[in-house]
């Protein structure tokens, strides 16, 4: 029996706590997907006048877990002209983008209990914001996947859009983050925040750079200004049109979950992570001021997925031509001359 | 020229430099919407809080009943010689008291009816209105065709209607 405790124990503390870290994340980011499905249709219909879902649960809360189980009752249709392999495989592979990604970003500082020394991001790596870039590039290939094996022209469509603009977008997204890198010395996604201390945070220190990567992650994550992949008008569902049931759902799921690890990745990379500038001149207690900075992340994260769901209700969308053009001729020039500010203060203030 | 005065419609090129940017506006836009967000919603809970016409509102046809019982149809038939749809149908006979005529049947096609207030219109004694009633749904096509028993209502419930048909008409 206390072998077996022993085990369990090993089992569990391992790499401190790292199962636990990655339930709770899990967890986490599966009930903030499903909730932001359910403010998405509640701030929408207050900028449109309206009450939006309040019948299922208090004020509609439970809404978008009635939804999930709609679409899981529902009938999974394959058309015929699909590749039927890579027509699955599609999402799987959005949701496991939109999952592993989270895993470099840091809620807060390390914690300390009992002895054992917990950090609270499941993997410290040295190249986490490399990670990110890699794995939110490897996102393209769902939906090209998706657009390709569905075997009908609108999701083609959707698909062949859908690589032109985040593989456009993606290069203004690398470069505003080369200037991040430049002021912190680290692609460490802890270094990074560790060196916005104060009111150092990169949206102040390098606005332009901080305007073109929100831009570039409205693109990445196919959010409303840049959402021509599935541009309902013109190409009835874009890349997702052939799906349904819980395969559509998975699609849903890992746009919501993309919009997250945009605004975590905003915050831990331009609005200096879980730091609340100068709050250890108060003389709180350690315990109190991690709380604070746990809530101060979480803070930051909302309001900037509130944003999201602002601007998309907001502006109309843009067309293909023009996104081009903003991807090409402005973002990607700005965010080559932000490198340059970067490169410029750190000449002159020796930062 | 009073052509002149009328400024032409806004091209591209028209636009100043700060429209140009396209930032402010987006910003202007965002601040629209954060306004709209805060409004108060004029939305009506359907089922539990219902929606109550004015008098001039156009529900489903009733015959009016006079406070002794009886209906105020004279039968003439003008109802249903209007109704555009041919929703109604009635049947005449003679009685004993004053007003000579009486219909036997009175049947309106509630599937039928498209709600035109024609019938009101028409109607020389004032003895079919439109009512406030707007929840109609049936189960059986039989439903559907109200017969005297469903059509009939006391006059004293409809002081609304027969006001604005006094005054409007």
């Known amino acids: 029996m206390e072998a077996i405790g022993n085990l369990l124990w090993t089992i569990v503390s391992f790499y401190n706590f790292l199962l636990i870290r990655i339930v709770i994340v899990l967890v986490l980011m599966l009930l903030t997907a499903a909730y932001l499905v359910y403010f998405e249709r509640k701030i929408s219909a207050w900028i449109q006048d309206r009450i939006g879902p309040n019948r299922v649960g208090w004020k509609g809360a439970l809404q978008s877990f009635a939804d999930v189980f709609k679409l899981l009752l529902k009938e999974d249709i394959v058309p015929d002209n699909a590749n039927k392999r890579i027509h699955t495989l599609a999402p799987m592979l959005a949701l496991f983008v939109a999952f592993t990604t989270y895993a470099v970003i840091p809620i807060g500082p390390g914690l300390n209990i009992a002895g054992y020394e917990i950090p609270l991001v499941i993997a410290d790596v040295n190249i986490g914001v490399l990670y990110i870039l890699a794995l939110t590039s490897l996102g393209v290939y769902a939906i090209t996947f998706a657009g390709w094996s569905s075997g009908s022209k609108y999701s083609l469509l959707g698909g062949i859009r859908s690589s032109a603009q985040m593989i456009s977008y993606e290069i203004s997204m690398g470069f505003s983050i080369g200037g991040v890198v430049l002021l912190s010395e680290s692609l460490r996604p802890i270094a990074i925040v560790e060196s916005q201390s104060g009111w150092m945070w990169n949206a102040f220190v390098q606005p332009i750079g901080f305007i073109t990567f929100l831009v570039s992650a409205f693109a990445e994550t196919n959010r409303l200004p840049f959402d021509l992949p599935e541009a309902e008008p013109e190409l009835v569902g874009g890349y997702h049109t052939e799906y349904s049931s819980m395969k559509f759902a998975a699609f849903f799921l890992a746009e919501y979950a993309n919009m997250l690890i945009a605004s975590t990745l905003i915050v831990t990379l331009y609005l200096g992570g879980w730091q609340i500038p100068y709050i250890e001149t108060f003389g709180l207690s350690s315990g109190l001021v991690l709380a604070l900075q746990i809530a101060g992340f979480l803070l930051k994260v909302g309001l900037l997925l509130f944003f999201f769901i602002w601007v998309r209700w907001t502006i109309p969308r843009f067309r293909y031509d023009q996104l081009m053009s903003l991807g090409w001729k402005v973002m990607f020039p700005l965010s080559l001359l932000n490198i340059v500010w970067v490169a410029f203060l750190i000449m002159v203030f020796r930062i | ?169």
């Open chain 2, 1 to 169: 020229m009073s052509e002149k005065n009328i400024p032409a419609k806004k091209r591209i090129k028209d636009l100043n430099s700060l429209e140009k940017v396209y930032f402010p506006e987006i910003l202007k836009a965002l601040k629209l919407t954060l306004k709209t967000m805060f409004r108060p919603k004029f939305t009506m809970q359907y089922p539990e809080e219902k929606f109550i016409p004015t008098g001039s509102y156009r529900g489903r046809p009733i015959l009016v009943m006079e406070n002794n019982g009886e209906e105020r149809c004279v039968a003439c038939g003008l109802c249903a010689r209007v109704c555009p749809p041919l929703a109604i149908e009635v049947q005449a006979a003679e009685t004993e008291k004053e007003k000579e005529r009486y219909p036997v049947r009175f049947e309106i096609n509630m599937l039928r009816c498209i709600f035109c207030g024609f019938c009101e219109e028409v109607c020389p004694e004032e003895a079919i209105v439109m009512s406030k009633d707007y929840e109609l749904a049936f189960t059986k096509r039989e439903d559907a065709i109200y017969g005297k028993d469903k059509l009939l209502v006391p006059v004293n419930q409809l002081p609304d209607k027969i006001g604005f048909l006094r005054n409007y008409r």
